[in-house]
């Protein structure tokens, strides 16, 4: 299995401030017939089920806020947070899916 | 809209089998996949396996394999997920979520399986 790793486990940042979360997996997910990369990331509040938020690394599903964008290529990947807003205290997952699905081990957000 | 309603939380003993639906609605239900991810408590999302949308073919996570049987009835817009041979390590949120490339775009609201004797 592709083993996904993320960090930090844990991020406080200020209201307005950017956040970046990294993710990082065990081998490549770059499918180089069609350049993509089979990255995702989620958002999950308590009690809720997880949040596409974007898919092939960087493209943002629709109704996601432009402050959430995604970067990176291969094996190292970000989430970024551009201006934090109070509703994104969440616990965020990356995912890949380029061999089945496997999912990092979350990132908890919250407010400094 | 696109909604997946899951059945309800169940407690089972050590041993016995437990079979979860998720029901369709808002879209074409043999246009796209149909993925079981649980979480268990404090612990990261686990990807179960998924089934076809346009056939019956599945595909599970070898963890899995032989103990997850994933089925669907086309006529009810529904997608079932039995495990057998529950331990207590299979207490979880089990939730359905609809294939986009790969990734779930929508997503049930989750049924909390216990296992305890």
């Known amino acids: 299995d592709i083993v996904m790793t993320q960090s930090p486990d844990s991020l406080a940042v200020s209201l307005g401030e950017r956040a970046t979360i990294n993710c990082k997996s065990s081998q490549s997910v770059l499918y180089s017939s069609n350049n993509k990369n089979y990255l995702a990331w989620y958002q999950q509040k308590p009690g809720q089920p997880p949040k596409l938020l974007l898919y092939w690394a960087s493209t943002r599903e629709s109704g996601v806020p432009d402050r959430f964008s995604g970067s990176g290529s291969g094996t190292d990947f970000t989430l970024t947070i551009s201006s934090l807003q109070a509703e994104d205290v969440a616990v965020y997952y990356c995912?890949?899916?380029?061999?089945?699905?496997?999912f990092g081990q979350g990132t908890k957000l919250e407010i400094k | 809209q696109v909604q997946l309603v899951q059945s309800g939380a169940e407690v089972k003993k050590p041993g016995a089998s437990v079979k979860v639906s998720c029901k369709a609605s808002?879209?074409?239900?043999?246009?796209?996949?149909m993925h079981w991810v649980r979480q268990a408590p404090g612990q990261r999302l686990e990807w179960m396996g998924y089934?076809?949308?346009?056939?019956?073919?599945?595909r599970y996570s070898q963890k899995f394999q032989g103990r997850v049987t994933i089925t669907k009835d086309k006529s009810a817009s529904t997608v079932y997920m039995e495990v057998s041979s529950l331990t207590s390590e299979d207490t979880a949120v089990y939730y359905c979520?609809?294939?986009?490339?790969?990734?779930?775009?929508?997503w049930g609201q989750g049924t909390l399986v216990t296992v305890s004797s």
């Open positions: 995912q890949q899916y380029y061999d089945t699905q496997t």
């Open positions: 808002g879209y074409t239900f043999t246009s796209n996949a």
């Open positions: 979520a609809r294939g986009y490339y790969g990734t779930g775009d929508y």
């Open positions: 089934i076809n949308g346009d056939n019956d073919k599945t």
